[in-house]
């Protein structure tokens, strides 16, 4: 959904022919012959969609879906085309659907099936991008929000740059997180999904590849050079361009700052967002509040703010979405909310037009008038309206066509850095056998490491959370602490 954010003033603006005129016009303004909201270039075995619509921060509305959808099909079934590639012109990637335009059309009992049906077009697009038989880049040079989410989330590899801003923002507008978001947050690391679903808290450059959001992490500055790395692939498989883009990765700076989400904060964020009541979180919180860990005390008390703004109906919903998700395939996520989009549409909380109207009509900054106005008053009556096949508000729910594609059985995360579980194995059996060194550690789990960059310093923060880290002479040594 549609989102505001700072962005990044570097983006790809065209993928024409070879290196060198990627790089003219990433420093050259656009001509009015490309003016279109979506361009499709081809450049050798490769081919680009270019999100173009600028001035809307790539916002997506019906014809943009529409001519994706009908250029991705048409590149699926070409022997010519070895390797479909999404980027962008301007600040964002995509920030979202046009969310606006969609509220306006379910206001009117008339025009509300198109309302529905712009959530229909959206998810069936986001779907065909997860099955596609080609190999998929989605660079996310910018903002990448909601329905951007949706565009990039199943591309086998997901470009994150120090440009990236990613968010799933629809609890502030009232609304919940879609574009298979039931699927693809529960998958990521203990808690960390259902935190991003109820919070829409932004994660930014590395956090998101951290986070296994992205498979891959590179400059800004890179884009180009990548963009002509892929182009000149002759005959790419998968395995060829996942060095080509590892090949660009940027390792921590010692001056960069850690990730949000790391230590004694992700400990606490596991133990609040485990609960599966928006009650039972809340209270989690503010028992954090009086943690002796100065970080763990002031997150807390930042997200509950950051709580307290959000709509109560959003969150139970939202909270509900992501429990049942998790046991979903990405088609019955995505067949689930297609039934909460159209209980939105067909007014069955008021919350979704009082947000879209405060955050991006009026453009209020203080806590839109929610009703219910607390989590405590939203009724499960209320939440039942979003879930149940008997709900009059789903009547105009539609059956998502995604039956014709062969499933293509591809995990999202296998070019991510490896999961917490994999890794958590691999440390325990290390440390259980008694105290290691933390370098004695890193020798030992060496090729685990050398698979991928990024995994040692993913290993150090499972370390410092899960065993007991003594230093002594400058050696610092993990004891592991036990389930």
Request: net charge neutral; charged share 25%; with cysteine.
């Amino acid at each position: 959904m549609l989102a505001i954010a700072r962005m990044s003033n570097h983006k790809v603006t065209t993928a024409i022919t070879r290196a060198r005129a990627i790089a003219s016009h990433m420093s050259t303004s656009a001509a009015p012959c490309l003016d279109q909201p979506v361009l499709f270039q081809s450049n050798g075995s490769t081919r680009t969609f270019i999100l173009n619509r600028t001035k809307k921060l790539n916002t997506l509305n019906a014809a943009m879906i529409d001519a994706l959808r009908h250029q991705v099909e048409l590149w699926s079934k070409s022997d010519l085309c070895r390797i479909i590639i999404g980027t962008s012109s301007g600040r964002a990637f995509c920030a979202g659907g046009d969310v606006t335009s969609v509220l306006r059309d379910a206001l009117d009992a008339e025009t509300r099936p198109r309302a529905v049906d712009f959530f229909r077009k959206e998810f069936e697009l986001d779907y065909v991008l997860s099955q596609l038989p080609k190999p998929y880049v989605a660079v996310l040079d910018g903002i990448t929000m909601g329905g951007g989410v949706g565009l990039s989330i199943n591309a086998p590899f997901r470009v994150a740059t120090d440009k990236t801003v990613f968010a799933m923002p629809e609890t502030k507008i009232g609304f919940f997180p879609d574009v298979g978001a039931s699927y693809f947050l529960p998958r990521l690391d203990g808690e960390v999904g259902t935190y991003l679903a109820l919070t829409s808290e932004t994660l930014v450059g590395r956090e998101v590849f951290e986070h296994g959001l992205a498979t891959h992490y590179i400059t800004s500055r890179s884009v180009p050079t990548l963009l002509a790395h892929l182009a000149a692939l002759e005959n790419p498989n998968f395995s060829q361009i996942n060095r080509t883009i590892e090949e660009l990765h940027v390792e921590r700076q010692p001056n960069e700052a850690r990730g949000k989400l790391t230590g004694t904060v992700r400990e606490a964020l596991d133990a609040a967002f485990r609960h599966d009541t928006v009650e039972e979180i809340i209270q989690n919180l503010e028992a954090s509040t009086g943690a002796s860990d100065a970080r763990v005390r002031l997150w807390a008390k930042q997200t509950l703010e950051t709580l307290h703004m959000r709509s109560p109906t959003s969150l139970k919903v939202a909270l509900l979405a992501q429990r049942r998700g998790r046991h979903m395939s990405l088609s019955e996520a995505m067949q689930m909310e297609i039934g909460i989009a159209t209980a939105y549409c067909s007014d069955a909380s008021q919350d979704f037009r009082t947000g879209i109207t405060a955050a991006l009509i009026d453009k209020i900054q203080s806590r839109p008038g929610w009703v219910p106005d607390d989590v405590g008053n939203v009724s499960p009556e209320t939440v039942d309206r979003f879930f149940s096949e008997h709900s009059p508000y789903r009547s105009l729910a539609p059956k998502l066509s995604v039956d014709n594609f062969p499933g293509r059985n591809f995990d999202f995360m296998t070019y991510s850095l490896p999961s917490e579980s994999e890794l958590l194995n691999s440390i325990r059996s290390v440390c259980e056998k008694g105290p290691m060194t933390i370098p004695g550690l890193l020798r030992t789990l060496d090729d685990v490491c050398k698979r991928k960059f990024g995994t040692a310093e993913k290993i150090l923060d499972i370390v410092h959370r899960k065993c007991d880290v003594t230093t002594s002479n400058g050696t610092a040594t993990a004891t592991w602490k036990g389930e």
